[in-house]
């Protein structure tokens, strides 16, 4: 009897531990749905509300005047509009991507340009300071993240 008892006990035991690691994912969306179309990323401010927020950091940073502070909202929101402009002509194009890069890459230095004459040298110097600093770790990222995969990889071939 008393092995009846515990052979009833263990297989229950062993029963509820296996049940236990069962995981449900029939309740769950696809992370897709779950975060949208865009990966989550979406945007609902618009073009005026982007301006005022970068110009009061630059305005902050920099210490700019009022006059400075005006010119530069205006050279942002005209930058706001003529990004989405850009990105939604590009979206509908197709495969013009190469002129796309180049068009962007003029509107830049416009933008640059016009920003260098409402900055003074000073304040101009430190930007393009600050510019080069963050470019600079956001390009020790991608390395570190490259190398991260790269060990990855060689940890794929030595493995098998």
Do not use: C
């Amino acid at each position: 009897m008393k092995k009846i008892v515990v052979m009833l006990s263990l297989g229950m035991l062993v029963t509820g531990t296996t049940f236990a690691q069962e995981v449900t994912k029939g309740d769950r969306k696809p992370k897709t749905e779950r975060i949208g179309q865009d990966g989550g990323k979406k945007d609902t401010r618009t073009p005026e509300e982007k301006a005022t927020q970068k110009a009061q950091k630059v305005t902050k940073k920099y210490n700019l005047t009022q006059a400075q502070q005006a010119s530069l909202q205006a050279l942002y929101l005209k930058q706001e509009t003529e990004t989405a402009a850009m990105k939604a002509q590009s979206r509908g194009a197709g495969d013009v991507k190469t002129k796309d890069r180049e068009d962007f890459k003029a509107k830049r230095a416009q933008w640059d340009a016009e920003l260098k004459s409402i900055l003074t040298p000073e304040q101009y110097a430190q930007y393009q300071a600050d510019r080069k600093a963050k470019a600079s770790q956001k390009a020790g990222k991608t390395a570190k993240k490259g190398q991260h995969l790269k060990g990855k990889e060689q940890k794929k071939v030595q493995g098998s």
